[in-house]
Every structure is written in C-alpha cells, then in structure tokens.
C-alpha cells in the first residue's frame, strides 16, 4: 500500500526532466541510418530474374517484360511491409530502399507506384 504523499515526490521529479515526446508535424526528429522506407526500381539495371517478386512475402512486386530487356516494375505499396526482401534477393540491385516513410493518403490508389523501364544499352 502505498503512502498518501509518495506521489509528490514523483511528479516533482517528472516536472524537472525533459519531455520525451516530440511535436511531430512541427518538429522531427533524426532519422536512423537503417529506416526501410518505399522501394525504389531502377530498369536499366533490372534483368527480369523474378526473384523480388518470388521473395516478397506480401505479393507487393510485381514485373512485366516490355519487349527484349525492358521491363517495368510495379509496387503496390499498400501491401507491402517494408521488409527490403525485394532490394535484398535482387542480384543486380535493381530495388533499392529509400528514406521516405511518409506515406499516408486517403486515397489507395495513390499507393501503387509504376517505373516503366527504357532498353537496356549494350555494354
């Protein structure tokens, strides 16, 4: 049981600390180096392997073959959980994983990102 006056002495040593919290829209904090945020598709490096699509555990890539080494590549990042699988089993690291996590929106079909690849140059 808990004495009637124990209290004083924890909200005055809560008054002098710092808050931890932060007013978000207005203040922001730092973010880490290691934050997934969207997956990002470069198509002059993709080669069509398939593997981020077979990798995803949501369903969230999808891969079209354009015409003779063009593709192009569709995130539907309403499904998708920002693991970096995709960026990961990519072998010519065609997805890579961006910084930008604000993604909020009203309307869903904002959250499906297409990037229409262009033929890749011969080396």
Known sequence: MMRPGAIWRELVKNLLRKPVTVL???????????????????????????MCVRD????????EKLAEKTFACTFYLDRCIYCGQCAESCPRKSITMTHDYELACIDKSVLKEYKKGAPQQPK
């Open 24 to 50: 978000y829209p207005a203040e922001r904090m730092a973010i880490p180096y290691a934050v997934r945020g969207k997956p990002v598709f470069e198509p002059s490096t993709c080669i069509g392997c398939m």
């Open 56 to 63: 995803c555990p949501s369903e969230a890539v999808k891969i």
